[in-house]
């Protein structure tokens, strides 16, 4: 948007320096006002009009360089906000992903193999504490990696 604006800006900065010229404003018997460069040929009708000079040389090229420091400083801000972005991204991608793998170990520790049994006389058997034990570490690491990622999200 700034390097839309610069030759306008220039171009206001300039133009008054066009204009030095005497300018002339004058009134007709109808109440008409015309502004010349030149008197008419009634003098009684004639106003001269001051116009204040343009800026100077120095004040303009301080204006183009506080205008390039501007445009310097919108420029950092952006590439900021950008790595900012970024690596928000990049630390939700990696918490979203330690959620599913904490899911998927959650999963592998909740199948029950043959040593999570303890078989006892007369057929019977029972679930060992350990497999318990197991599940719960894999639960807690999940809901960890859960809150983790409800905290960057910004829950």
């Known amino acids: 948007m700034v390097k839309k604006l610069y030759p306008l800006i220039t171009l206001v900065l300039v133009l008054p320096l066009t204009l030095t010229a005497e300018v002339y404003r004058t009134v007709d018997e109808q109440g008409n006002v015309t502004y010349t460069d030149s008197p008419q040929a009634d003098p009684q009708k004639i106003e001269k009009v001051e116009i204040q000079p343009g800026p100077s040389d ?38 979203e992903q330690e959620v599913e793998e904490a899911e998927k170990q959650l999963a592998a520790m909740e199948e029950m193999g043959e040593d999570d049994r303890q078989y006892l006389q007369g057929g019977k058997s029972y679930i060992r504490p350990e497999y318990f034990e197991r ?12 809150k983790r990622l409800k905290k960057l999200r910004g829950y």
């Open 58 to 95: 120095e004040s303009i090229s301080d204006t183009m360089e506080r205008n390039r420091a501007i445009r310097k400083a919108m420029e950092e801000a952006q590439e900021k906000r950008l790595e900012k972005s970024t690596a928000r991204k990049d630390r939700l991608a990696k918490a």
């Open 135 to 146: 599940v719960k570490k894999a639960q807690r690491e999940l809901d960890e990696a859960k």
